[in-house]
């Protein structure tokens, strides 16, 4: 880097240096590049005389000259890049000291004339060094040019040599390719690389709207396309979201892009789209489903809306306002919004004051080349006065600040104040000032500017209102003629788009002068004025589609429904039978208190499934909760009651065979029931009541651990408690209590499991409890494991099979007794009921028999002495029936005669007599009678008698009771 050293009248040496700048002063762009040029000369003016009314950093620590830390000041030299080759040939080096030239102006300008002034300066090599010339100093930078064609040309240039590298410093150069500093080492900008919004976009949907994925459309035939794919991919990594970037060349892939954005489930998309596709990009996607009330557009293009050149509103047909309203413009401020900033007004100000006096006007003229100033309408437009300022402008003044606080940077700790360019870009890329067009701050990593210090903003895009005032619908029907539709006016009518400024993108810098302060950035909303979307309201849509919530299959829906309904109904006939059956032996043996427990809890258990069923549908989430509040209640009121009869029965039956074995005798009631039932009925309440109101189980969405496609975990409606903690220790104390109880009554079952019980109840009442805590062990590990459908459906069975076991084990064995029971009283009255019908057979053919002898039937109950309960008749050889001759009247004896038990009594009737024996005709002929009128048929056993024929002697009669065990016996007959 050269310097020409000279003296101040202080005393202090000032170093001299120099920039080269090329601008594209045109003449057939109004106001050109003037401006631009201005700015440089106004920089070059505030910084020469440390003038800090835009960049404060210029200011000095004393008003005394030789206290200024940075003694460097510039000159500047300005080249046109209009002008052909052969105009730059004879104005600057002459016809016979030409070098080879390439078709870029800026490029010939810089191998030929400034790279020859460094080898003259004895800084370069390969050509032989001249005297200097003071009027041509060798550069210490370059600054410019303005198209990005120029600078891609140039930056290579600039760095291609380390012997002759210069810094190229751009206010406007955008493209993304001059980020690559492997190639282009000297090449820094002021101005963020095209694209360099894409991070600034990103920000705002993480930021604001909390979006983790969005996708991207982009039209590879667009300028710089290339970049915004690379950019968004790399935004989205850097703040760990998704992007899906879906491209095209040309309309006709264009529907093909917009599929795979469909295919995706984005909802908010970006849209990089040239102006002509534009109506037919978003018809589509109106036409897909993919813009419209659900989704959330972006663009960053405003020629999109706003014509460039006129700034008048852009026209389209009405067809795509559904699909554009409620959309979003992202766009650098390009001076609008900046009024009132510090270093824009300043800038302004000096402007005005400074550049407008006729001193500054005519150093400026000598300034442009000769070339420039022979093009026409010269004096018009390099007017200083009259000049428009463009955003440009600053970005210039930011640019050769940049360039000039960076050699001061570079001159520190230097010997004579040379530094090479590699310190001066690294003091650069250390860049951190307020310019002209605020914060200024360089990417260290592309030497562009840091986009995170530009001031964007976002803009609501809505349809503009008519001129008539009327909206949508309305200007469609207005339009209407008669006998068309609204949809053929959707298609000829014309809307404009309005721009609604909602968002400025604002930074907070803690630090500054190459100190690398820490900078923050946000998008900040503006005080009243809200955000509109397509649907109309200020809320944004979901970026993606809702947050999949896992349901129930149907199978298992209907599943559990079946095995409930079971339940239910089998505990509702289980006990109607009961109640029925109530005086029956079957029942009366087992009690009605102890069945109807049972029934009692296998219904109320059985309930359980029925808010567990309705865990899923469509009630409010305070009914929810409170079906879920159910649950654990009915469930442990459930299983109280029937442990506690299982726990009764087996207590009684246990204290009976330990009685037993005692030789006692004990009286076992059924209000013995009630101690258990109360003990854990008690029990549970204190824990259940403690529980409600510590940790009560409400309704809400619980996260699984199966995620959707987006990453994000499914969510199930299900009951849980508020207080996780507290929800395993009141689980463990109701489990403790009622498999206590229940494990006590199972060992109670199993000790009296051989104990010879009517209708085997000990047996049975062990199955019960053995299949319960076989549920319980095989059910419950596995629920907390399986996904949600399995489990409903394992709640379901386990409850099912709780249920089942304690009715089927206990009640199918009484039914199948009972049903045994009935059978053998229809056997028996159906006997009964023939031994009477031929019992009055052959009373007939007695009363018969007798009516023909004219003899007087024996009456039981008025012959004979009545002691006890009956009178025995009884027949001896004296005797005679039907006049045989073989006897004489009838005889009756005591019934102390008989040897009978304590209700038995009998008519013996019809016997006849003969010589040496006694025979009964039929064994209907022998029964019992007793007072009530009952008969009871008597087997009658004939014993042979030898003395028959006297008087003294009896025939010996035995009788045992039909279907009795008693045997009756006649004495001495």
Not at 44 to 71: G, K, M, T, W
Not at 239 to 259: P, Q
Not at 613 to 636: G, K, M, N, R, Y
Not at 643 to 650: D, M, R
Request: proline share 5%; aromatic share 10%; charged share 20%.
């Amino acid at each position: 880097s050269t310097s020409t050293s000279t003296s101040t009248s202080t005393g202090s040496t000032i170093r001299l240096r120099h920039l080269a700048i090329f601008l594209t002063l045109r003449d057939d762009i109004l106001a050109g590049a003037f401006d631009i040029a201005a700015a440089a000369v106004l920089a070059a003016y505030h910084f020469n005389n440390a003038i800090a009314d835009v960049v404060p950093q210029l200011a000095n620590d004393d008003d005394d000259e030789q206290q200024r830390s940075c003694q460097i000041r510039y000159t500047l030299e300005f080249f046109s890049t209009q002008f052909e080759p052969e105009r730059i040939q004879r104005l600057y080096l002459g016809e016979d000291e030409l070098l080879p030239l390439t078709t870029n102006v800026a490029a010939n300008v810089l191998q030929n004339d400034l790279f020859r002034r460094m080898s003259s300066n004895g800084l370069g090599g390969g050509v032989e060094p001249d005297r200097p010339d003071p009027t041509r100093p060798a550069p210490t930078g370059l600054l410019g040019p303005v198209f990005s064609e120029q600078a891609v040309i140039l930056a290579e240039l600039a760095g291609v040599d380390p012997a002759r590298s210069l810094p190229l410093i751009s206010p406007l150069s955008e493209t993304y390719a001059l980020d690559n500093k492997g190639r282009y080492p000297t090449f820094g900008r002021t101005v963020p690389a095209v694209g360099s919004d894409a991070y600034a976009l990103v920000d705002y949907l993480v930021d604001n709207l909390n979006c983790t994925h969005f996708g991207v459309l982009l039209d590879l035939e667009a300028d710089f396309s290339s970049a915004y794919v690379t950019n968004f991919r790399d935004a989205a990594s850097q703040r760990g979201v998704t992007a899906t970037v879906s491209t095209y060349v040309g309309m006709e892939f264009s529907l093909a892009a917009l599929k795979q954005l469909k295919a995706s489930d984005y909802r908010y998309i970006y849209g990089f789209i040239k102006t002509p596709d534009f109506v037919d990009i978003m018809t589509s996607a109106l036409d897909l489903g993919i813009a419209g009330d659900d989704y959330f557009w972006l663009f960053s293009e405003g020629d999109l809306f706003n014509n460039p050149t006129t700034k008048e509103p852009v026209e389209y047909p009405e067809s795509i306002a559904r699909a554009v309203s409620g959309s979003a413009l992202i766009e650098s401020t390009f001076g609008v919004g900046l009024e009132g900033d510090r270093g824009w007004d300043a800038m302004r100000e000096s402007w005005d004051t400074i550049l407008t006096t006729p001193e500054a006007q005519q150093y400026f003229d000598s300034k442009m080349p000769e070339e420039v100033r022979g093009i026409q309408n010269y004096a018009d437009l390099s007017n200083l006065s009259s000049v428009r300022i463009s955003h440009y402008a600053h970005l210039m003044y930011d640019a050769f600040m940049a360039l000039a606080l960076a050699s001061c940077d570079a001159e520190k700790g230097t010997v004579d104040g040379v530094f090479e360019t590699r310190e001066l870009v690294a003091s650069f890329l250390r860049s951190d000032f307020d310019g002209a067009y605020g914060l200024t701050r360089i990417n260290k990593k592309t030497g562009s500017r840091d986009y995170r210090t530009v001031p964007y903003t976002l803009s609501n895009v809505l349809v503009a209102p008519s001129p008539s005032g009327l909206g949508l619908s309305d200007q469609s029907t207005a339009a209407s003629p008669k006998g068309s539709s609204a949809d053929d006016d959707l298609e000829s009518a014309a809307i404009t788009f309005s721009l609604t400024r909602t968002h400025n993108f604002v930074h907070s810098h803690e630090g500054s002068g190459h100190q690398g302060g820490i900078m923050s950035t946000s998008w900040v909303a503006i005080d009243g004025v809200p955000f509109v979307y397509a649907d109309g309201t200020t809320e944004p849509p979901l970026f993606l589609p809702p947050v999949e919530v896992y349901e129930i299959k149907d199978y298992a829906f209907i599943t559990g429904f079946v095995l409930s309904s079971i339940c239910l109904l089998l505990a509702l006939g289980f006990g109607t039978w009961t109640a029925v059956r109530r005086k029956s032996k079957v029942v009366r043996a087992s009690q009605p208190i102890f069945l109807g427990m049972l029934c009692s809890g296998a219904f109320v258990l059985a309930s359980t499934m029925i808010p567990l069923s309705l865990e899923i549908s469509d009630f409010s989430e305070e009914t929810l909760a409170q079906l879920c509040t159910s649950v654990p209640w009915l469930f442990s009121t459930g299983m109280v009651t029937s442990l506690s009869a299982l726990i009764s029965k087996t207590l009684r039956v246990y204290r009976v065979t330990s009685s037993s074995a005692k030789h006692k005798r004990i009286t076992v009631k059924p209000h013995h029931v009630l101690p258990p039932f109360i003990l854990l009925s008690v029990a549970n309440l204190i824990v259940l009541t403690t529980w409600t109101i510590m940790s009560p189980v409400t309704y809400g969405d619980i996260q699984l651990d199966s995620v959707d496609d987006f990453g994000r975990s499914i969510t199930f409606g299900s009951c849980f408690d508020e207080r996780s903690d507290l929800d395993v220790v009141f689980l463990v104390f109701v489990g403790a209590i009622n498999l206590s109880a229940a494990f006590a009554a199972l060992i109670l079952a199993y000790k009296t499991r051989r104990v010879m019980m009517e209708y085997n109840e000990s047996r049975y009442i062990f199955m019960t409890l053995l299949s319960i805590f076989q549920a319980f062990v095989v059910c419950v590990p596995i629920v907390f494991v399986v996904s949600p459908t399995w489990r409903y459906m394992l709640w379901h069975i386990m409850i099912t099979a709780i249920a089942m076991s304690i009715l089927l084990p206990v009640f199918i064995p009484k039914i199948l007794f009972h049903r045994h029971w009935l059978k053998k009283e229809e056997e028996k009255a159906e006997r009964k009921e023939q031994r009477k019908q031929r019992q009055t057979q052959f009373r007939q053919q007695v009363e018969d028999s007798a009516k023909k002898d004219q003899m007087p039937l024996p009456d039981p109950g008025s012959s004979g002495e009545e002691r006890g309960e009956s009178t025995i008749v009884s027949l001896n050889e004296s005797s005679s029936v039907g006049g045989s001759g073989l006897g004489e009247g009838i005889k009756l004896l005591e019934p102390k005669n008989m040897v009978m038990g304590s209700t038995g009594s009998g008519v013996l009737i019809g016997a006849h007599l003969r010589r040496g024996n006694v025979s009964i005709l039929r064994p209907e002929q022998a029964y019992r009678v007793s007072k009530d009128g009952t008969k009871s048929v008597l087997m009658p056993v004939v014993h042979e008698a030898p003395n028959a024929g006297t008087s003294s002697d009896h025939n010996r009669l035995s009788f045992l009771g039909y279907g009795h065990k008693t045997s009756y016996k006649a004495r001495k007959w």
